[in-house]
C-alpha cells in the first residue's frame, strides 16, 4: 500500500521530485532520466514508471534553462528506442519457452503464430500508439517479439513511435510547463495526461467491439 502510495505521488508530484534530483546530482540527471525510461519501456516488470509525466516536467524545466533540451531530447528518445528493443528481445527469447508445450491449455503455439499475424498486419498502430498508452507501451514490444514481428520493421517503428513520444511531451513541457497556471496545478496536469494517454486503447477498444459484433452479424 505505502509503495503504491509512493508511486502516486511520484506520478502527482513529479516535477517536485526532478527539482530535487537535479539540485543534488547536476549533470547525472541525464543519466538517471535515461535509466528511467529505459526502465520503464525496457522491462516488463516497470510500466508503472511516469514516463509521460517526467519528460513533460523534464520539458518545463529546460525551458527554464536548468537542463538543455536538445541533450535531453537525444537521451530520452535513446533511452526509449534501447528500451523497446530490450523489451522486444526479451520478448523473442521467452517466445520459444512460453509457446513451447503444444498442449498447453491457454498457451499453445497457434497463439504464437496469431501474434506473428496481428503485428505483421498492425505493427504500426501497435508500436506507435501504443508509446502514448501509459502501462500498455511496456508490453507492446515484448508481445512483439513473442510474436517475432520482423526486427527491421519493428525497428523502424520502434524509432518514429520514440521520436513523436519524446517530441510531444517534451515541447508541450518546453512551452506549457513553465506557464504560472500549469506550475501551480501540476497535480491536474499530470492526471489530465494520465486521461489522455488513455484515449487511444479506448477508441481502439471500442472500434475493435464494433468490428467484433458486425463479424458476428455477419455470420448469424
Known sequence: MNTAMHILD???HVDRYLVDILRDYGLLTYLLMF?????????????FLPGDSVIFALGALASLGSL????????????????????????SRLGP??????????????????AHAFYEKYGALAIILGRFMPIVRTFVPFVAGIGRMHYPRFFLYNVAGALAWVSIFLVGGYFFGSMPFV???FSLVALGIIFVSFIPPVIAGLKAYREGRAARKSQG
Open 183 to 185: 506550475k501551480e496545478n
Open 68 to 91: 538543455s533540451p536538445w541533450v535531453l531530447f537525444a537521451v530520452l528518445v535513446l533511452a526509449a528506442v534501447i528500451g523497446d528493443s530490450v523489451n522486444y528481445a526479451i520478448g
Open 35 to 47: 535509466l528511467l525510461i529505459f526502465c520503464e519501456t525496457g522491462l516488463v516488470v516497470t510500466p
Open 97 to 114: 519457452a512460453v509457446f513451447k508445450r503444444e498442449d498447453s491449455r491457454f498457451l499453445r503455439k497457434e497463439y504464437l503464430d496469431k
Open 10 to 12: 511520484m506520478v502527482l
